[in-house]
Nanobody, 123 residues
Framework: QVQVAESGGGLAQPGGSLRLSCATSGTFFSINDMGWYRRTSGNRREMVATITSRGSATYLDTVKGRFTISRDDDKNMVYLQMNNLRPEDTAVYYC?????????????????WGQGTQVTVSL
């Protein structure tokens, strides 16, 4: 049983910072890509940042230069450091991990999602 769990959301003022953490637990072979997505109040889901197993990161244009994604493979963790937050960053943030398993048919990957953590940016 694989579980993905986010933490670190909350309330921040514009210009402030928050750090999100995501832990993947269970029995598996490895983790490929990991990422953060968000769903806004308009029910739009968008990719915020992703990071490959080799550490290559991709960002949503509106968060470039403000957010930084990182991962710790020894701990099966991925982080999102969010600086200079804006009201439009308000959303539920979800962690995604592509978990890899050894099967009788070979190596297989499957995406897992966390339950989400609320980030609110407001005065």
């Amino acid at each position: 049983q694989v579980q993905v769990a986010e933490s670190g959301g909350g309330l921040a003022q514009p210009g402030g910072s928050l750090r999100l953490s995501c832990a993947t637990s269970g029995t598996f072979f490895s983790i490929n890509d990991m990422g953060w997505y968000r769903r806004t109040s308009g029910n739009r889901r968008e990719m915020v940042a992703t990071i490959t197993s080799r550490g290559s990161a991709t960002y949503l244009d509106t968060v470039k230069g403000r957010f930084t994604i990182s991962r710790d493979d020894d701990k099966n963790m991925v982080y999102l450091q969010m600086n200079n937050l804006r009201p439009e960053d308000t959303a539920v943030y979800y962690c995604n991990a592509e978990v890899v398993f050894r099967t009788t048919e070979g190596i297989r990957g499957r995406p897992y999602w966390g339950q989400g953590t609320q980030v609110t940016v407001s005065l």
